[in-house]
């Protein structure tokens, strides 16, 4: 049995807690604030949507993302900073749109999250966890033709590796999603992904970090990462700071799971890890009229909005914007959110009850998490999930655990460091 270290303690670290703790392992896991799942993902778009596996970098999005500068509203919004990371960052993301980068980002992000997307199924019927979850399916909606044949386009390449597409009319649509009949008129096709699915990842997380601990794992909330400590080329130690004082864990393995406050715990042993923080925003909403919500998720392409009904909620999240550390809410990008909302469903929910948050989503350039060694032999990452920490959270945990155990994962994925 091992002593492992997890750092952080949202959808990944807990994730890799509970799997190391199944097998055996003494873990303890640090978090900063006081509980699990409290940052990227505490109020995120809730959907395990294996069809957007593909990524942001793509050759059509330099273009795009020209048109949208100085647009406070964009789906995604670049603040360019006199930040070297940030311009390594976009450097690196404009060679991710190549052509056959995309192609291959897009098939390593649709294999890992579908694995993920079994493996959370299989904790579902494992631990009977309750977390608002649908598997209705998420569906894309179009309103411009020439976005539509696009998307109809790429579905192709995930139909070819065996994922589940339907290219819709709007009528066939709204025969699936009655939710879309106000806002027909405006649409002009959907690509539809029945095996996906949505649920609260909050409310996942929390409940599995409380099996975790009861079955033995240690969780130290209020508590911050300082740094890593070395010694004969090995990690020995990370170094702490809480309220009670300074203090280090030692242990046999350690996993970095910050999110996008990896990159600094892992600069104080060296390690390069080009994660950029892409703040998020969403809206949360108490719904008025409930047998008018979507019965699945839905996601707008025009404005990279997704709409996701949790219990008597609706979920309203999206676009992203790159600004550094800023936690700041824009109050123009949270009502583009409801104002969006408003538009497809206008009499669904109590309006002037939203609640608006924002969080920072850890994105490498290519959109795929990094995974596995680091550098030193019992240094582990799972982080950089971007936008896809809760489609891809439980494949990841569960593969890494197989990486440390010497074990070789079930998903064919671009690991890092084996």
Known sequence: MKRIVILGAGILGVHTAYFLRERGHHVTVVERQPGPALETSFANGAQISVSQSDPWASPSTPLKVLKWLGKEDAPLLFRLQADPRQWRWCLRFLWECLPHRTEHNTVMAMRLAEYSRRTLRS??????????????????????????????????????????????????AVGIEPALAHTAPTLVGAIYAPDDESGD????????????????????????????????????????????????????EFVVALGSHSPPVLASVGVDALVYPAKGYSATLPLARPDLAPRGSITDDAMKVVFTRLGDRLRVAGTAELNGYNLELNAVRCQALTRRARHHFPELCRWDEVQYWTGLRPATPSNLPLIGRARYPNLWLNTGHGTLGWTEGAGSALALTDLIEGRRPEVDYAFIGV
């Open 201 to 252: 990842a909050f409310k996942f997380t929390t409940a599995l970090a409380a099996r975790a601990a009861d079955l033995g794992v240690e969780f130290r909330y209020g508590t911050q990462v300082d740094r890593l400590e070395t010694e004969s080329g090995r990690v020995m130690r990370v170094r702490l700071r809480s309220p009670e004082g300074s203090s280090t864990i030692a242990g046999d």
């Open 123 to 172: 904790l579902r019927r494992q631990t009977g966890i309750a977390y608002d979850h649908a598997e209705a399916g998420i569906m894309m909606i179009h309103s411009d033709p020439a976005s539509f044949d696009a998307a109809a386009r790429a579905a192709q390449l995930l139909i070819r590796n065996g994922e589940r597409r339907e290219v819709l009319t709007v009528a066939d």
